[in-house]
């Protein structure tokens, strides 16, 4: 994991929060404390066994550094954790220490500490996508009829509505952050199978226990142990990289569109942001910057996860581990992109006039495709193409508009009336499908 100044570049304090040091072993101790609960509840000990154990459960109780010296000796956290956590409970209750990580393993904390952390760090990405649902339909609403020049391979194409543009991003937007939801649904399960899998320490008792875990620690419960089994993780990983994306095909769009040379958006910058340590006059987009830098990333740590997934038999060795730094890294760039294009379209500034002065510039040729099918319609393809590429040329070399091009062509003007020209040319007549419709 990066160090902290560069962390903090691309992701959010909240994420950084969830994600950081205390919140990763509270949620271990989280897990040991339940189990102990479940224990007691399924008579394997007296509830006050289960309310000391509890009662050391806190990260306050622990030193972070020292845990963190011990886990680069044992190659886990959880060992030397366990190991503090039955001395803090035998110094209180030497007997109730027997039973703490009671029929557990590391993977069992590990995995189901984690599942609790991203539940919470995908409620904090929900708060950004609900923020950049409300900004994309504020600018529907305001700019949605507003008539643009498409691009296809960077291009001038046909014409288009904002409103298609943006009604796009707000529909990728919901899609991707529904798979998200889904996907986390189905990895939301709690992880505790014991030394391989098959919860053998607690004999008879074991799948009480487990059913009594879950309960407590609010996860679904599934026939099967996942130890060596991460496809739920991954697809969740996956869905969350398609995510960031698609946050980046957003960026990408704007940062284009507020080029100097393009000037149709432009971004509400805080006074001194986006400043170049070299040039007085230059403003950088710095939200467009993070999303992108972030949708570069993510393919990269996705791939680490599906490679590591052949797990050996019942429990990895590299493979399981790889994940601790991956999934994190993963779900902080998200917060990170999903905040930087929350803030980006909500200070979004549209520039009709700059729209209509990109169209006005190419003097009618983005019309060539409508002409020519409807010249089409009357003298055949061939024909037709001949006579609006030959118009296109004009239009280009003698820098006129195509409409005068076309008039000095007399094989075209036979063909049309002045109303019929006049009405291929409206550009309210020719945006299709570019009608829009707020989503969400």
Not at 89 to 114: E, L, R, Y
Not at 339 to 364: F, I, Q, R, T, Y
Request: charged fraction near 20%.
């Amino acid at each position: 994991m990066t160090n902290q100044v560069f962390r903090r570049l691309n992701t959010t304090p909240q994420m950084m929060s969830v994600l950081g040091d205390v919140e990763i072993l509270q949620a271990m101790l989280d897990f040991e404390g339940g189990l102990a609960h479940a224990g007691s509840r399924c008579d394997l000990f007296e509830p006050s066994v289960a309310d000391t154990i509890k009662r050391f459960c806190q990260i306050s109780e622990f030193s972070i550094t020292e845990l963190s010296e011990m886990a680069s000796q044992h190659g886990t956290v959880v060992v030397p954790l366990v190991n503090q956590l039955t001395k803090l409970v035998s110094a209180f209750d030497k007997p109730a220490s027997s039973w703490v990580h009671f029929g557990a393993t590391s993977q069992d904390v590990i995995d189901t500490a984690m599942v609790l952390q991203l539940k919470k760090a995908i409620d904090i990405l929900e708060v950004d996508v609900e923020r950049l649902v409300f900004a994309l339909g504020a600018l529907i609403d305001k700019f949605g009829n507003q008539i643009m020049i498409g691009r296809t391979l960077q291009q001038p194409s046909v014409p288009i509505t904002f409103g298609q543009k943006v009604s796009g991003w707000q529909a990728a937007l919901l899609r991707n952050w529904n798979r998200i939801q889904l996907s986390a649904s189905e990895a939301s399960v709690l992880q505790f199978g014991g030394a391989a899998g098959n919860l053998s320490s607690l004999g008879s008792d074991g799948q009480r226990v487990r059913t009594v875990l879950a309960e407590i620690l609010e996860l679904s419960l599934t026939d099967d142990v996942w130890h060596a089994h991460r496809d739920r993780i991954v697809a969740l990983c996956s869905s969350v990289s398609i995510f960031i994306g698609g946050l980046g095909k957003i960026a990408l769009d704007v940062s284009l569109l507020l080029q100097a040379e393009v000037s149709e958006v432009s971004e509400c910058l805080d006074l001194d942001g986006g400043r170049s340590s070299a040039m007085p006059h230059k403003r950088n987009s710095v939200n467009c910057l993070v999303a992108l830098a972030g949708a570069k990333r993510a393919p990269h740590l996705l791939a680490t996860l599906l490679d590591a997934m052949p797990h050996e038999h019942e429990r990895a060795l590299g493979g399981w581990q790889v994940e601790w730094v991956t999934i994190p890294a993963i779900f902080e760039i998200a917060a990170g992109s999903i905040s930087a294009v929350a803030n980006m379209c909500e200070g979004l500034k549209v520039n009709p006039e700059k729209m209509k002065c990109n169209l006005d510039s190419l003097n009618g040729l983005f019309m060539s495709e409508r002409l020519m099918l409807e010249l089409t319609k009357k003298i055949g393809k061939a024909k037709a193409k001949e006579i609006i590429d030959k118009a296109c040329e004009v239009s280009v070399t003698q820098n006129i508009h195509l409409s005068k091009a076309l008039q000095l062509d007399n094989r075209f003007v036979a063909e049309f009336s002045s109303d019929e020209f006049n009405q291929m040319m409206d550009l309210d007549e020719y945006l299709g499908t570019s009608s829009f419709k707020k989503l969400g």
